[in-house]
Every structure is written in C-alpha cells, then in structure tokens.
C-alpha cells in the first residue's frame, strides 16, 4: 500500500469527510521530529463513536503534556472509505499528520465492546500491521490494547503485542521510559516485550502457555518465561485528583454521539449489581473534588464552547457532593445557555428539584432502571431498588408535570422464570395505574410508558461470570412472551415493549468469555467481510456461525455452559483486587435471592480495599 493521504477528490466521494481531515478544535499541533515517542491512539469504530469516549479524551491529553511524546488519533474508516483505500492502497494514517499508522512507536486500541473485533483487525490491515502479533517486527509499532474487554484479553490475544491491564492513568509514562531506553541500547523487539512485562499492570500474551482438557475446559495458564509474573494486578488511580484531565477536549466540527463536556465526577459504584462488571473492576469508589469540579465546569465551557454539561459515573446519585454541585452548575454555568444532562440519577426530591429547573427537561422522559421485573429476581440480582421505591419517585415525578417514564430490563437473568419475565408489563401497568391515581385537573395529560429489555450477558469478574446464557431462540421466544403480554394491557395503550437482537447477545457473551482459540473464528468471519458488526445494517450472523464450524467450535460452550466454581476461566491470571472467593460467595447469595447491603451500609469484604482508598477503607467496615 502507498502512503498517500486522502486527496481532495477522494474526500467528495465519501460519506462525512470531516472524520478524516482532523484538525479540530484544541487538537494538539506537535512537530514530529522533534519528539522521540509517537503514539496512535485508536477507537475501533466509526469516529463519531469514538470522539464521544473519555477515555481516549483523558490519554490524549496526559501523553501529549509529554514534551519527548505526540498523541495522534485513528478510528475505523466507515465502509464507503475503506472500500477506497483498498482499491487505491492507500495506508490509514492520523488525523493529526497524516502519518501512516504503521510509522509509529506505539498503537494504542481501546476495548469498548466485544463486537468491535473485528474492526481491530481492519484497523491493523489498512495500517499494513501484521494481524497476528507473532509476525511483527521491530519496524511495526507495538500494539496495546485497553479497557474494560481487556480484563479478559484471550480472545483477541493473538492480535495484540501488550495489554494494559487497569486504568491507562498510571504506568504510560513508565512504558516509554522503558521503550527508549531498549531502543537506544538495541533492544530486540522480543527483548522490549519482556522488559514491559516487568511493568505492573502490562500482561504479553506471547510470553505464557496456555493447554485445554478434551472437554475444552482451560488446563493450564502459565508464564512460559522465567521472571514473567503469574498475576497480572490491574492497575488503579487512587489519588482522584491529581490525575489528569482533559480541561481543553477536542471539539469535532460535525455532530458525535455525545457532543458535550463531560465531567467524570466519580469512579466505581458502592451497589454491588451481581450482573454489572464495571461495577467490580472500578472499585474502590472513588470522588472527586467539588471544588476542582467546579474549576473543570468553568474551564472546559470556556474551552470548548458546547452547550451541555453531562455528569460521568456508574451511579452519580452517590456522589456525596452532588446537591452542592449541581446547584453550582444551575446558579453558575446554566445562565450561559448550558444545558445540564444528569444520568443516574434516582428519582427522589432532589432529583425532580433539579429536573424542574434544568432547561428543556421537560420534554424529555424520566429513566428507570429495575432490571427485572419482580422484586424476587431483582433480590437475586442484588439491585436494591424495590417495588416501592419505583412508584415513590415516579409518583412525585408525575405529580411534579412529568408524564413519560422509560424502564430498562434484561431477559435471561440466571434463575429466572416466565413469572420474572411477565413482571416487567405488570410493573409498567402498575406505574400507569398510579399515574391515573391523580385527580384528572392535576395530569399532564396521558401517560407514556416506553420499556426496552436487553438479554443478559455474563460478564468476566461479576458474581455472574459462572452463570449460562440462554440460547437466542429461547431468548426470543421470552421476549415475544413479555411482548403479547403487554399487548394485552388493553387498559394503557400507551405502553411499547422493544428488545435487542438476540443475535448479537450470543455473540457478545461468547468473546466476554472465551479463550485463545476463538482468535481464528475472528480472524476468519472478518476474512469473509465481518465489519462493523455492532451495527445493525452490517451485523451477519451467518458468516460467524460459519466461522465456528471451519474452526470446530461451538458458540454453546462458552454461552449455554454454566461453569463450575472451580473451574479455571482464562481471565483468572488477573487480579483486580475483588476476590474470586468474593464472586463465589456473591453467586451462591444469588442463588438463595440473598440480598448484599452496598458498601456504605455495610462492608462485604470483597477485597478491594487493599488499594488502600475508597468507601471500605474509610472506617466503615
């Protein structure tokens, strides 16, 4: 492939140019040759995805604060340019230079959703990168994978040289450090792969061996190198504050998913959802400071000009000093045409207080999130949020002018029944019963009930991790159940009922938990043109099911399977601080719908507070 970049006249024959030429506003300008570290970060999907992720925000602005480092972007060219650049070999190249992707030192892909593999091999191939790690040279950039896919990494292990194993905050700085050092002595590439083992947090899948029973179960996992650690340990931020943050975001020109300044205002969550794996991979929680949130409020408005505020955490309702910030953001930043967006929050008091007073709220819908639909399986799925509390605050939400509710579910949760799953239009149905309650002078008209359902996915370091799919017939078949019941709720027509593609899910739950056999599955659905495949309109499911066959493998062993405690899964060589023994005691509770008190009630000892911070280090065991 040449290394020409994209001419004027290639640009007017795709679709959105503007996710090629780069140069937005507070993109970092560098000259190339005067750092000594060139470093592609990469979001596997189609720019307007990726410019919306913070991770990549945060990165980009810690590496580029580097005098000795440049931090440029790549994303997956859209499926109009990259039929271009094959037919035209032409190399993928960043948006800052125009340099292609293969002249770098490092390429840095985050690992947002398992259904985005098969872009990272598009990536690497458009870049001319050999696909599979162990045909690299030292004149190919190494390539880092992060994020959460990456707690486990063995499915697309064969295609990655490093994964950082934690949050990217931390040990970059001691990466290049190491890499410069190698080059500058003569390092083979071999060599710099084992010294960056060294570092905490760096797992090299090239240096351990992995075997299988006939069963296909996991035999054994082991370092095939003397001196490469056994455990990888996830790496953490700790001082919340000190980290880095992005006060001047880059700006696209045209419209992304999430077009606003984003202000993570917490990390990790004190809930314990047994089916939530962020929810156990980010602890401890973590705040920040109020005062320093309202420095980043005032600094990033002014910096980039949006015109709404959103409020990053896993549940921003626990933030301790949310009233105080939010009133600030109200009384200080709103009176400048900025609108405020507020996720997570749980409908009480304060919530509706805010909501009243944020501009255009009104036109939009209050979000519920039970999960599922009888108070017994959300018991099972430790959700703590009952019946009760969900008529409470949609009551004081409809009497407050409010008329449209959104619920969220998931089918397939472990133990569930076909009484679990005809709970959720009960639950919607009494909702909308209560809302009638209301004397008719007092409604905002009828009420409006939209409930979606996903299917569950057993995700790896989840009490849940253990637990089987259902197959996506029988999935469909529950969500069809769930979809004639409610339209039979002939009292409220205005209750809608949509759910995912089953499809899609069954393949999610097999990479969420396979292992390195499933790196030639990839390889070969990408090779007969899967791309793209979280979306819909290019999602093919026959072309993976393919894939399995050529490959011997059955898509039901690592969905349908319920694994034993004991058994060895191939993330276990990770420890994210929360105890495996934790995940099982959290799964047997479920199986008996106990239910866990969240981490400020009550500390479950679930490990985490060996990080030295958070809720459970604070005294309150």
């Known amino acids: 492939m040449t290394t020409l970049a994209l001419s004027d006249e290639i640009l007017m024959e795709i679709e959105k140019p503007a996710r090629y030429i780069g140069n937005e506003v507070n993109m970092v300008r560098k000259d190339p040759a005067e750092v000594e570290i060139r470093f592609c970060m990469c979001f596997p999907d189609v720019y307007e995805i990726g410019m919306s992720h913070l991770g990549i925000q945060i990165l980009y602005d810690m590496i580029n604060k580097r005098e000795d480092a440049y931090c440029e972007r790549v994303y997956s060219p859209w499926p109009d340019l990259d039929r271009i650049m094959r037919e035209r070999n032409i190399l993928l190249f960043s948006l800052e230079t125009q340099t292609p992707v293969r002249e770098f030192d490092f390429l840095g892909i985050t690992l947002q959703y398992e259904m985005c593999y098969t872009n990272i091999l598009q990536v690497l191939e458009l870049s001319g990168i050999p696909i599979w790690a162990k045909d690299r040279t030292l004149e190919d950039p190494i390539v880092f994978g992060g994020g959460p896919c990456s707690y486990n990494p063995e499915p697309i292990a064969d295609f990655f040289d490093v994964f950082y194993i934690g949050e990217g905050e931390t040990r970059y700085h001691d990466v290049f450090e190491l890499y410069k050092s190698a080059r500058a002595q003569g390092a083979s590439r071999e060599e710099i792969l084992y010294r960056i083992s060294q570092i905490p947090g760096m797992y090299v899948p090239s240096l351990y061996e992995v075997s299988y029973h006939e069963d296909g179960t996991l035999a054994s996992f082991e370092p095939g190198q003397e001196g490469v650690p056994k455990t990888v340990v996830k790496e953490i931020v700790m001082d919340f504050d000190k980290v880095p943050y992005p006060e001047k975001p880059l700006v696209p020109y045209i419209r992304v998913t999430q077009d606003r300044v984003t202000l993570e205002i917490m990390r990790g969550c004190i809930r314990g959802c047994r089916f939530c794996q962020a929810g156990m991979i980010y602890r401890p929680t973590r705040q920040k400071d109020v005062e320093l949130l309202k420095r980043y409020a005032r600094s990033m408005v002014k910096a980039t000009g949006h015109e709404e505020i ?178 039979k709720q002939l009292n409220f027509k205005s209750m809608k009922f949509t759910y995912h593609e089953t499809d899609v899910s069954a393949l999610e739950g097999v990479f969420a938990r396979g292992d390195r056999r499933l790196s030639r599955v990839i390889y070969d659905a990408y090779a007969s043109g899967c791309i793209f495949d979280a979306w819909t309109e290019f999602f093919d499911y026959e072309k993976w099911l393919s894939a399995f066959e050529k490959n011997g493998l059955s898509m039901s062993f690592y969905t349908t399977r319920e694994r034993e405690v004991d058994e060895l899964l191939p993330w276990d060589f990770i420890d994210i601080g929360v105890t495996k023994r934790f995940l099982a005691a959290e799964w047997e509770r479920a199986k008996q719908g106990i239910v866990t008190p969240n981490c400020r009630e009550q500390c479950s000892g679930c490990g985490a507070a060996r990080f030295g911070g958070g809720v459970c280090f604070e005294g309150k065991s």
């Open 310 to 487: 959103s409020l990053s955490s896993l549940s921003s309702s626990d933030y301790e000093c949310l009233k105080e910030f939010i009133y600030f953001l109200i009384d200080e930043i709103s009176n400048d045409d900025v609108n405020i967006s507020l996720p997570s929050l749980r409908i009480d008091a304060f919530s509706l207080d805010v909501m009243k007073r944020v501009q255009d709220i009104k036109k939009s819908s209050l979000t519920f999130a039970p999960e599922a639909g009888t108070q017994r399986l959300r018991d099972v799925i430790n959700k703590g949020l009952t019946e009760e509390v969900i008529l409470n605050g949609a009551m004081q939400a409809f009497r407050g002018g409010w008329n449209k509710v959104k619920f969220y579910f998931m089918l397939g949760l472990p133990m569930e029944t076909e009484e679990d799953a005809e709970g959720i239009p009960k639950l919607c149905e009494t909702v909308a019963e209560a809302y009638y309650t209301i004397p008719k002078e007092e409604r905002n008209g009828k009420v409006s009930i939209t409930a979606s359902a996903s299917f569950f996915v057993p995700k790896p370091f989840t009490p849940f991790q253990w637990a089987p799919m259902l197959d996506p017939e029988t999935y469909r078949d529950r969500a069809r159940h769930v979809k004639d019941t409610f339209r």
